[in-house]
C-alpha cells in the first residue's frame, strides 16, 4: 500500500539554524506530495506541495523538492524562527481521490 | 469567518454514550473528510464523502459512522463511545483544482 516515512523528533534547533526533514514515500504509481503544518492549537494547512518528478514547492522560507529516484520529498529551511515551531507532517495523495496518507509527524521546537 | 468550522472544540463524555461530532465548511467544495490525530501515529482517515450521495469508509471506520446532511455540513457519530476512541478528530475538505486540503481547528474527544 502507500505509505509516508518521515523523521519523527521532537527536533529543538535554534533560531537562524539550518532545518532538514527527511520525508520517503512508498506508492503505486506517482503521487502528490505536501507538507501540512499544525501550530499549537490549530488545525492543519498546507505548507507547500508538488505534484511531479523535479517540481519543488516553497513557501515561507521552506522548500521540497520532488525526487522520483529516492522516493523523497524532504523539507528544508536556511534559517528558522521561533514561530516556525510547530508538527509537520509529510504527506501524498493521488490526483482524483484527493486522500491524504500521512507519515506520523514531526514536532519542532524552536528557542530563541 | 473560519472556512471550515467544527463542533464541539471539546468534549468529554463517559464510555457507552452515544456522541457526534459536527463540521461545516463555507469552501463550496464536495469533497470532506475526517480524520483522527493520535500522539506519534499522524492522521488517519475514518470516512470521506465525495458528495452528498458519497460516502466511503477510510483506514479506521469501525466504531463510526457519518452523515452528510448537505454539501456543507458533515457529521461524525461515535455511537457508543469507548476510550480508545479518545484522540483529536479534525474535518477538512478538498480543493479538487488544487488538491489541497483545508482543515478545521479539531476537535478533543476525551471518553472516560
Known amino acids: 500500500g502507500n505509505s509516508v516515512t518521515q523523521m519523527e523528533g521532537p527536533v529543538t534547533l535554534s533560531e537562524e539554524a539550518f532545518l532538514t526533514i527527511n520525508c520517503t514515500y512508498t506508492a503505486t504509481g506517482y503521487p502528490s506530495l505536501f507538507w501540512y503544518v499544525q501550530y499549537p492549537g490549530e488545525g492543519l494547512q498546507l505548507l507547500l506541495k508538488?505534484?511531479?518528478?523535479?517540481d519543488k514547492g516553497s513557501n515561507k522560507g521552506f522548500e521540497a523538492t520532488y525526487r522520483k529516484e529516492t522516493t523523497s520529498f524532504h523539507l528544508e529551511k536556511g534559517s528558522v524562527q521561533v514561530s516556525d515551531s510547530a508538527v509537520y507532517f509529510c504527506a501524498l495523495s493521488f490526483g482524483g481521490s484527493e486522500k491524504l496518507v500521512f507519515g506520523k509527524g514531526m514536532k519542532l521546537t524552536v528557542n530563541p | 469567518d473560519a472556512d471550515v468550522t467544527q463542533t464541539p472544540r471539546n468534549r468529554i463524555t463517559k464510555t457507552g454514550k452515544r456522541i457526534m461530532l459536527e463540521c461545516s465548511q463555507t469552501?463550496?467544495?464536495?469533497?470532506m473528510y475526517w480524520y483522527r490525530q493520535d500522539p506519534g501515529l499522524g492522521l488517519r482517515l475514518i470516512y470521506y464523502s465525495f458528495d452528498v450521495k458519497d460516502i466511503n469508509k477510510g483506514e479506521i471506520s469501525d466504531g463510526y459512522s457519518v452523515s452528510r446532511q448537505a454539501q456543507a455540513k458533515f457529521s461524525l457519530s461515535l455511537e457508543s463511545a469507548i476510550p480508545n476512541q479518545t484522540a483529536l478528530y479534525f474535518c477538512?475538505?478538498?480543493?479538487?483544482?488544487?488538491?489541497?486540503?483545508?482543515f478545521g481547528p479539531g476537535t478533543r474527544l476525551t471518553v472516560t
Open positions: 508538488a505534484t511531479k518528478a523535479d
Open positions: 477538512a475538505t478538498s480543493d479538487p483544482n488544487s488538491y489541497e486540503q483545508y
Open positions: 469552501k463550496g467544495h464536495d469533497r
